[in-house]
Antibody
Framework: EVQLVESGGGLVQPGRSLRLSCAAS????????MHWVRQAPGKGLEWVSG????????GYADSVKGRFTISRDNAKNSLYLQMNSLRAEDTALYYC?????????????WGQGTLVTVSS | DIQMTQSPSSLSASVGDRVTITCQAS??????LNWYQQKPGKAPKLLIY???NLETGVPSRFSGSGSGTDFTFTISSLQPEDIATYYC?????????FGQGTKLEIK
């Protein structure tokens, strides 16, 4: 059974940093692209960032480019999102999602999310 | 970047009704269009991939069609458990975009 468990969320002041983690199990992690998708309270889904199986292809939404960094550790079956210079508008539930065999595949499984609140 | 225009933003229908949601891309995306269902308080779930392919285990009352810039998502006979928000999603050049979502309610 595919499982994705996000962690690392919390309350952080504007301008500070936070690192999210996603622990994956139930599939061959290093075969698949992975993504972060967020959802602000009461709002729709926003793709944040994605990374291919070997980290060779990485993409970011314009809203986070230059502030967020996605990475993965295939030996640990883990995905990460380093978030710097956080803003109030980054407040959201952050989901980890399993992608396809290539970067452009579907998001076939999702975790339950970790909540990030940016506030002073 | 490619923009996705999804409509309507909300929809009220009766059990048994045929429900249709549309999604329009700002440029040709071939068939790189997926549909997700999100129930309140839950993570999204993949329903349709590559415009018209039903994900394994998804009921056959759900279907998708279209290519290029215009896409349609249909529920052939609305069931009470279909109450959710539905999103289209496209992929292009290391970038994904979701539609604004359609909140479906029972009349």
């Amino acid at each position: 059974e595919v499982q994705l468990v996000e962690s690392g969320g919390g309350l952080v002041q504007p301008g500070r940093s936070l690192r999210l983690s996603c622990a994956a199990s139930g599939f061959t992690f290093d075969d698949y692209a992975m993504h972060w998708v967020r959802q602000a309270p009461g709002k729709g889904l926003e793709w944040v960032s994605g990374i291919s199986w070997n980290s060779g292809s990485i993409g970011y939404a314009d809203s986070v480019k230059g502030r967020f960094t996605i990475s993965r550790d295939n030996a640990k079956n883990s995905l990460y999102l380093q978030m710097n210079s956080l803003r109030a508008e980054d407040t959201a539930l952050y989901y980890c999602a399993k992608g396809g065999l290539t970067f452009g595949g579907v998001m076939s499984y999702w975790g339950q999310g970790t909540l990030v609140t940016v506030s002073s | 970047d490619i923009q996705m225009t999804q409509s309507p933003s909300s929809l009220s229908a009766s059990v048994g009704d045929r429900v249709t949601i549309t999604c329009q891309a700002s440029q040709d995306i071939s068939n790189y269009l997926n549909w997700y269902q999100q129930k309140p308080g839950k993570a999204p779930k993949l329903l349709i991939y590559d415009a018209s392919n039903l994900e394994t285990g998804v009921p056959s009352r759900f279907s998708g069609s279209g290519s290029g810039t215009d896409f349609t998502f249909t529920i052939s006979s609305l069931q009470p458990e279909d109450i959710a928000t539905y999103y289209c999603q496209q992929y292009d050049n290391l970038h994904y975009t979701f539609g604004q979502g359609t909140k479906l309610e029972i009349k």
